[in-house]
C-alpha cells in the first residue's frame, strides 16, 4: 500500500489560485484511479474530482466545475488539483487518495488509502 503525502495548501484571497500535489511513496500506475476530496470542519468528506490512469477520463464535482483541474504524473508518481477562481466555500482539508477497482469514482467510501490532508484557507 502507498503512503501518500499532500502539500500546497495556504491562506489565500478569495479569486486567488493555489496547486496542490499529491505525492506518493510507490507507483501510482497501478491505480486506476485517483482523486482528490475535501472536508470542512463538521461537514463528510467530499468528491472533488478524479482521474484516470492516463488522464483520459476527469471527474469533477458541479461545484469546483471549470474552476479546478486534476492531472496525474505517473513517473513521478504524483497527482495535482490547480485551483483558479477560489471562493471562501472552497475552504477546507483537501485530501488525495487511491480508488478501490469498483464503486463510483464520487465516493469515498471506495477509496482505500489516503492522505493526510493539507489545509485551503480561502478568505474574502
Not at 482523486?35 to 470542519?41: E, I
Not at 480508488?99 to 469515498?108: N, T
Request: aromatic fraction near 12%.
Amino acid at each position: 500500500q502507498v503512503q501518500l503525502v499532500e502539500s500546497g495548501g495556504g491562506l489565500v484571497q478569495a479569486g486567488g489560485s493555489l496547486r496542490l500535489s499529491c505525492a506518493a511513496s510507490g507507483s501510482i500506475f497501478s491505480f486506476n484511479y485517483m482523486g482528490w476530496f475535501r472536508q470542512a470542519p463538521g461537514k463528510e468528506r467530499e468528491f472533488v474530482a478524479s482521474i484516470s490512469r492516463f488522464g483520459s477520463s476527469t471527474y469533477y464535482a458541479d461545484s469546483v466545475k471549470g474552476r479546478f483541474t486534476i492531472s496525474r504524473d505517473n513517473v513521478k508518481n504524483s497527482v495535482f488539483l490547480q485551483m483558479n477562481s477560489l471562493r471562501t466555500e472552497d475552504t477546507a482539508v483537501y485530501l488525495c487518495a487511491t480508488k478501490m477497482p469498483v464503486g463510483p469514482y464520487y465516493s469515498a467510501l471506495n477509496y482505500d488509502c489516503w492522505g493526510q490532508g493539507t489545509q485551503v484557507t480561502v478568505s474574502s
